[in-house]
C-alpha cells in the first residue's frame, strides 16, 4: 500500500521558520522525483520545490526560491522541505507529491499557518 505522510505543519509567526516532513512507504521512493505542492483557500495547488533522482536536480517556485530548501534521504524514504522567513502569504496546505512515469502518489497534507 503506497503512502506518503506529511508532518511538521504549524502556527508559526511572520519572519520564522518551519520543516516539513514527508515519509514514504509502498513504492521504491529512491526511483520517484519528489515534490512539494502547496494550497491556500480560493487558489490553485501550486508546485513550489522538486527534487530529482538523477543528480539530485532541484527546482524551486520563484514564489519561495532563497527561502525554502528541499533535500530528499534515500535511506529514510524521506523528503524535506526546510522553509525560512515564512510571511502569511506562504500560508496553505502542503502536500507531498512522488512521479516516476505514469505512476504519481499524493500526501494528505499538511497544513502551515503564519500568523501573528
Known amino acids: 500500500q503506497v503512502q506518503l505522510v506529511e508532518s511538521g505543519g504549524a502556527l508559526v509567526e511572520p519572519g520564522g521558520s518551519l520543516t516539513l516532513s514527508c515519509t514514504a512507504s509502498?513504492?521504491?521512493?529512491?526511483?520517484?522525483?519528489m515534490d512539494w505542492y502547496r494550497q491556500s483557500p480560493g487558489k490553485e495547488r501550486e508546485l513550489i520545490a522538486e527534487?530529482?533522482?538523477?543528480?539530485?536536480?532541484?527546482t524551486y517556485a520563484d514564489s519561495v526560491k532563497g527561502r525554502f530548501t528541499i533535500s530528499r534521504d534515500n535511506t529514510k524514504n524521506t523528503v524535506y522541505l526546510q522553509m525560512n522567513k515564512l510571511t502569511p502569504e506562504d500560508t496553505a496546505v502542503y502536500y507531498c507529491h512522488a512521479w516516476y512515469s505514469h505512476y504519481d502518489y499524493w500526501g494528505q497534507g499538511t497544513q502551515v499557518t503564519v500568523s501573528s
Open positions: 509502498g513504492f521504491t521512493f529512491s526511483t520517484h522525483t
Open positions: 527534487i530529482h533522482t538523477v543528480g539530485n536536480l532541484i
